[in-house]
């Protein structure tokens, strides 16, 4: 893979020729697009206009027709790039082929922050959606200007505007002549979604083909002119300190070019690849590092967690004293720490020419990440420039911006050269935060009528994000002569949350009570995992929910809807269970268990219900996803194969979560370093079959759905397990070890 054309915005803005939308209507268009909305009292633009209202953050049209999108948010493997693709190509009523995408970019595209919590479609999916259509405005009241013609006469299609009495003038034609710049409008002229012909179809993913052939898709992949490899040699655990190291032989490994100290941070550069992980290998054998005893030595999730102090808030409330319980149930749920696991180790390739610093990374936030890298650099923020370039395996904060101030740091001591750095895996295993170990207990109560009278829920957690923005989220800042320290952990705001995300119920109790129990103190390092808390809130809730249906006599189904006001939520958890062939009482073959189990993603993204079979080897415990049938409704639908991926793949995802994953640790070190002592869910423990049923919405407002699934595929598969075995396992993950003493207890 070659590096990216070094452009900026400035450049772009300068292009001959060139239509860049920078909005503030005014005459006619403005008259187009703003409709009837009230002046006297202006709604907020819609998603990500809110923070970068100038539509030359957007869209850019070429005096030939080709259209490029921009958009703040990085490319994972969602396949929103081919969603963007659509939206625009749709509301602009042009050719596919004439639209390219370019994704985050510090010097490009608009800083839309992390592309996380399923932000990507709701937010700057829908600043496109509108900067295309009010863009299409400008071009239909420009060419009625020049037509002489009034605007309801004329129509779009294929980049051109035509009249009645066939007259044409393409877009390249429209904006050659140059055109207004004008800042965005609160509303815009939306195709009606009955008409439309790209969006809502299954376009293949543009970024599929070379991932599949081989081609270079990742940064992994890339390869620069002049270009030098190079390795760090991490700490063996938190807080050693390097002691003494003798560089003498590694300076003579063939090719090596460079060895770089500063403080506890060590790293070798050399002209290839694999003699910097000779060099880097030399270089660890030379290394003494004084060691301390700083990790809770493999203690339970909940005697670690529970051993520590809390700040404690009550997030939600209710109560109604005429509803009384009379059966109560309680419940505790675990969750241990996890890793990404990322396939591919994390990578990024620096490159420092004169006083600016180019830094390739697959960052999920290139701008939060610009700044931290220029405060470990000691620049300013324009000084250094974040492009995002994808890499093999992430959602969530792995090791993607430490090795990004990797190679920033090992640049700037090799002026001119680019530097590509890649962890080796037992650095990716033992050095990434991970996602955040977790309690929960469950207390309700059922009143006479069957139903859930009475709600307790409390859950213990760390913060779920410890992201760049500043230096000290980093491990080279932290690791350098002159350290920057560790930023003080912080509970993640609701409506959306942290730990507590997902906490609050769906379901309507006549009295409940929700209590956060934030931990800022840290025993390992930790950040964002996909979907946060919800994943094990979910699960403990659903998991409960099921533990509740049973105790009260009720089909789990049933039992949930008949506590669920949610008319959307409704139809998802019907929809899936039709889908499944769900019925009261239903017989299961031989140890195989049905599960079930629904959730709406912080309570205002996608809704998601997923229906699974299981089956378990009594005998030795295994248990494996056999099949899964989900519905889903996430609004309107840009792509459905692109929504089906996500979906499948959070089924995936969360069955090895569930079933296997859980980081160890003795006293001193991360023991988990392999995929041999981190074992992931392999290819002979994928279902025989996963079924999307999806709930189109047209014309309703997108709704995230990349980590819609993860929370109720884990409790669906928990709730098969204990239908399967009469056993209700609570501590994940639901490995073989515990189904099995589970079985014999």
Not at 249 to 270: H, Q, Y
Not at 328 to 339: G, H, I, K, N, V
Not at 527 to 537: E, F, K, Q, V
Not at 582 to 588: A, G, S, V
Request: hydrophobic fraction near 40%; aromatic fraction near 6%; charged fraction near 20%.
């Amino acid at each position: 893979m070659n590096g990216p054309i070094n452009l900026d915005r400035r450049q772009v803005l300068a292009g001959g020729g060139a239509l860049v939308v920078s909005f503030s209507l005014s005459g006619a268009a403005s008259a187009q697009v703003q409709g009837a909305a009230d002046a006297k009292a202006t709604p907020a633009l819609p998603g990500s206009l809110k923070a970068s209202p100038y539509l030359d953050s957007w869209l850019r049209i070429e005096a030939d027709g080709a259209v490029t999108v921009f958009t703040g948010k990085a490319e994972l493997g969602q396949g929103f790039k081919t969603a963007f693709q659509q939206i625009a190509a749709e509301q602009l009523d042009v050719p596919l082929a004439s639209l390219k995408v370019v994704t985050a970019d510090t010097g490009l595209t608009a800083n839309e922050g992390y592309t996380s919590g399923s932000h990507s479609m709701q937010d700057s999916g829908t600043a496109i959606l509108n900067a295309a259509a009010q863009a299409r405005a400008l071009l239909v009241a420009e060419a009625a200007r020049r037509l002489e013609l009034p605007t309801g006469g004329l129509r779009t299609g294929h980049g051109a505007v035509i009249a009645s009495d066939g007259r044409r003038l393409t877009y390249g034609e429209l904006v050659a002549d140059g055109m207004l710049h004008v800042e965005a409008q609160p509303t815009s002229p939306l195709k009606d979604p009955a008409t439309f012909t790209v969006m809502g179809q299954p376009i293949q993913r543009v970024d599929i083909p070379a991932k599949v052939t081989g081609g270079p898709a990742y940064v992994q992949d890339m390869r620069l002119p002049g270009m030098v490899h190079a390795r760090v040699v991490r700490p063996p655990s938190y807080g050693a300190q390097l002691a003494a190291c003798d560089t003498s032989s590694v300076e003579t490994v063939p090719g090596m070019v460079k060895v770089i100290r500063d403080g506890n941070f060590l790293a070798v550069v050399a002209d290839k690849e694999y003699r910097a992980i000779k060099a880097m290998q030399a270089l660890a054998a030379a290394a003494t590092w004084q060691e301390a005893a700083r990790l809770p030595n493999q203690r339970d999730p909940a005697e670690i967690l529970l051993g520590l102090q809390s700040k404690d808030s009550v997030i939600f409330e209710r109560g109604d004293a005429a509803a009384a319980g009379r059966t109560t149930l309680e419940a505790t749920y675990t969750r241990p720490y996890q890793s990404h696991g990322s396939i591919g180790p994390s990578c990024a390739v620096a490159q420092l020419v004169g006083d600016q610093m180019t830094v390739w990374t697959h960052t999920q936030g290139v701008y939060p990440d610009r700044q931290a890298i220029a405060e470990m650099l000691r620049v300013p923020p324009d000084r250094v420039r974040c492009i995002h370039v994808e890499g093999s395996g992430c959602y969530g904060h792995n090791g993607a911006d430490d090795v990004a101030a990797d190679a920033a740091l090992i640049a700037r001591a090799m002026p001119g050269t680019p530097v590509r750095v890649q962890w080796m895996r037992e650095q990716e295993h033992a050095w990434e935060p991970f996602g955040p170990a977790m309690v929960t207990k469950l207390k309700a109560s059922l009143g006479a009528d069957g139903k859930i009278a009475d709600w307790h829920f409390d859950v213990w957690s760390n913060t779920h994000s410890m992201r760049p923005g500043g230096a000290g989220s980093l491990l080279a800042a932290q690791h350098m002569a002159q350290p920057f320290a560790v930023p003080a952990p912080k509970p993640l705001p609701l409506p959306e949350g942290g730990g507590d995300r997902n906490a609050i119920p769906i379901y309507t109790f006549p009295n409940a009570r929700i209590v956060h129990h934030f931990i800022p103190e840290m025993p390992l390092r930790i950040s964002a995992m996909r979907s946060l808390g919800a994943y094990h809130n979910v699960f403990s809730i659903e998991s409960f929910m099921d533990e509740l249906a049973t105790a009260a006599g009720a089909d789990r189904v049933e039992f949930r809807l008949s506590h669920l006001d949610d008319v959307r939520g409704r139809e998802v958890i019907a929809k899936a269970a039709e889908r499944f062939g769900w019925t009261k009482n239903q017989e299961r073959p031989r140890d195989r268990g049905f599960g079930f189990a629904f959730a709406r993603y912080k309570n205002l993204a996608a809704y998601c219900a997923i229906a699974s079979e299981v089956e378990v080897n009594r005998e030795t415990g295994r248990a494996r996803l056999v099949r899964a049938v989900a519905a889903v409704d996430s609004g309107q639908v840009v792509n459905p194969d692109g929504l089906t991926n996500q979906i499948e793949g959070a089924i995936v995802q969360s069955a090895s979560w569930t079933l296997f994953e859980s980081v160890s640790f003795d006293d001193r070190r991360i023991t988990s370093i392999d995929w041999q002592t981190y074992p992931i869910l392999r290819f002979d423990a994928v279902p025989d079959s996963i079924e999307v049923h999806i709930i189109n919405r047209p014309g309703q407002p997108f709704l995230g759905s990349g980590e819609t699934g993860q929370g109720p595929a884990a409790a669906s598969i928990a709730n098969a397990i204990a239908n399967a075995t009469g056993k209700r396992l609570r501590n994940l993950p639901l490995t073989r070890k515990r189904i099995k003493d589970a079985i014999d207890a």
